[in-house]
């Protein structure tokens, strides 16, 4: 196993994705949907509130230029049947308002890695990724949405 980089954890985005912060971004409602489990302190998963169902698995890092492999995080999200992201992010120079603890962040590179992995990375800006996690959770909400069967009660 490789050695750290880096003797501390930075937990922008942990600070960046919480409610106080991420309402900057969102409508207030939308803010408090966003849930998230931290699995190895760069591996995050959204999902949802109620149930603990997970929608997307998104591999998180400070961009420092890298590529980023990604094969583990795209054979979980296969055989998980949910999309998977790499976000890469670059601090800002100032602090986060809602967490002075941790530089607030300036922009994300992204590439969606499962299903159809992009071949590139888009450069999207905190309000961009903050909307395209509210637009993901959507879609996979509504593809797990419980369906009544031709054989319910009602039918």
Same mark, same amino acid.
């Given at each position: 196993?490789?050695?750290?980089?880096?003797?501390?954890?930075?937990?922008?985005?942990?600070?960046?994705?919480?409610?106080?912060?991420?309402?900057?971004?969102?409508?207030?409602?939308?803010?408090?949907?966003?849930?998230?489990?931290?699995?190895?302190?760069?591996?995050?998963?959204?999902?949802?509130?109620?149930?603990?169902?997970?929608? /997307?698995?998104?591999? @998180?890092?400070?961009?420092?230029? #890298?590529?980023?492999?990604?094969? $583990?995080? %795209?054979?979980?999200?296969?055989?998980?049947?949910?999309?998977?992201?790499?976000?890469?992010?670059?601090?800002?120079?100032?602090?986060?308002?809602?967490?002075?603890?941790?530089?607030?962040?300036?922009?994300?590179?992204?590439?969606?890695?499962?299903?159809?992995?992009?071949?590139?990375?888009?450069?999207?800006?905190?309000?961009?990724? /903050?909307?395209?996690? @509210?637009?993901?959770?959507?879609? #996979?909400?509504?593809?797990?949405? $419980?369906? %009544?069967?031709?054989?319910?009660?009602?039918?």
């Amino acid at each position: 196993m490789r050695t750290e980089r880096y003797e501390t954890r930075d937990r922008a985005y942990g600070a960046w994705h919480r409610a106080p912060s991420i309402r900057r971004y969102l409508q207030a409602t939308q803010a408090e949907s966003l849930t998230m489990a931290d699995l190895d302190s760069v591996l995050f998963t959204e999902y949802d509130h109620g149930g603990k169902l997970p929608l /997307a698995l998104v591999e @998180v890092a400070r961009d420092i230029g #890298q590529e980023k492999p990604a094969g $583990v995080l %795209q054979q979980l999200a296969r055989l998980a049947d949910v999309p998977a992201y790499v976000a890469l992010y670059t601090p800002a120079l100032t602090a986060n308002p809602a967490n002075p603890n941790w530089s607030d962040i300036e922009r994300f590179r992204v590439k969606r890695m499962w299903p159809r992995p992009e071949p590139g990375w888009r450069v999207l800006t905190p309000t961009q990724w /903050a909307q395209a996690l @509210v637009q993901i959770r959507g879609w #996979q909400l509504r593809r797990f949405e $419980v369906q %009544q069967a031709a054989n319910d009660e009602q039918y």
